[in-house]
């Protein structure tokens, strides 16, 4: 596609249930990012993939967050047993190449843990 | 961590004015883009400079980098109430071997009105 299309849009978690979001990048690029954006304006990078491969997981929380970008398959984020500060907009991006390049985002999905 | 700092954190002006936004960082870079970001929504990529460029511009948009001060300012003309949101800088800092992950400041919030 010619856009970072994200799903959903909207979630709403209880306390320790498990969050899922998916992100299916521009058609041809290689390269995936997901960051997380609290208070309306800080925004923190989680992970990224070149392809399938996780390409720089620095920003990742060691517990409970885990993603995947699969061969055919939208790249997803999960968040085992959410907690109440997990609770934010998740932006999934994508770059055809980089260093260097423009990097093209989403519209976002809603996380909110009640 | 937040790399950029913009300023002012929020502006107020007239349709048909002029906006300037200023954004600082620490550390080498090989680029700075700018993006826009309209309430509940993704973000907008507007402008990418690179580190060897002084100034581009796009339509009304007018970007400028200055690497010896590591800064950055983008400035919009002509200004009209839809360009009413929040811009963001972000740049992908240089570590020997830049990991392409962007770095973001918190935001300048532009507010035109009629």
């Known amino acids: 596609g010619e856009e970072v299309a994200q799903t959903p849009k909207h979630l709403v978690r209880g306390e320790g249930q498990k969050a899922k979001l998916y992100c299916a990048p521009i058609k041809g690029h290689s390269y995936v990012f997901w960051y997380q954006q609290v208070l309306k304006n800080e925004f923190k990078f989680l992970i990224s993939f070149q392809n399938e491969n996780v390409f720089d997981e620095t920003g990742m929380p060691k517990e409970r967050f885990s993603a995947k970008c699969l061969p055919n398959s939208p790249c997803s984020l999960e968040i085992q047993a959410t907690k109440l500060e997990d609770s934010a907009v998740y932006f999934c991006?994508?770059?055809?190449?980089?260093?260097?390049?423009?990097?093209?985002f989403g519209e976002g999905s809603w996380l909110t843990v009640v | 961590s937040q790399q950029g700092e913009e300023d002012p954190q929020a502006l107020s002006i007239q349709e048909g004015e002029n906006a300037t936004m200023n954004c600082s960082y620490k550390?080498?870079?090989?680029?700075l883009q700018w993006y826009r970001q309209n309430s509940g929504r993704g973000l907008v990529h507007l402008i990418l400079?690179?580190?060897?460029?002084r100034e581009k511009h796009s339509g009304r948009l007018r970007v400028t980098l200055d690497t010896s001060k590591k800064s950055s300012s983008l400035l919009i003309t002509a200004s009209r109430a839809a360009d009413t949101a929040s811009y963001f800088c972000?740049?992908?800092?240089?570590?020997?071997?830049?990991?392409?992950?962007?770095?973001f400041g918190k935001g300048t919030k532009l507010s035109v009105k009629p």
């Open positions: 400079i690179r580190s060897n460029e």
């Open positions: 550390t080498s870079i090989n680029n």
């Open positions: 972000a740049t992908d800092s240089f570590y020997g071997g830049s990991q392409g992950n962007l770095i």
């Open positions: 991006a994508s770059s055809q190449s980089t260093p260097g390049n423009t990097i093209y």
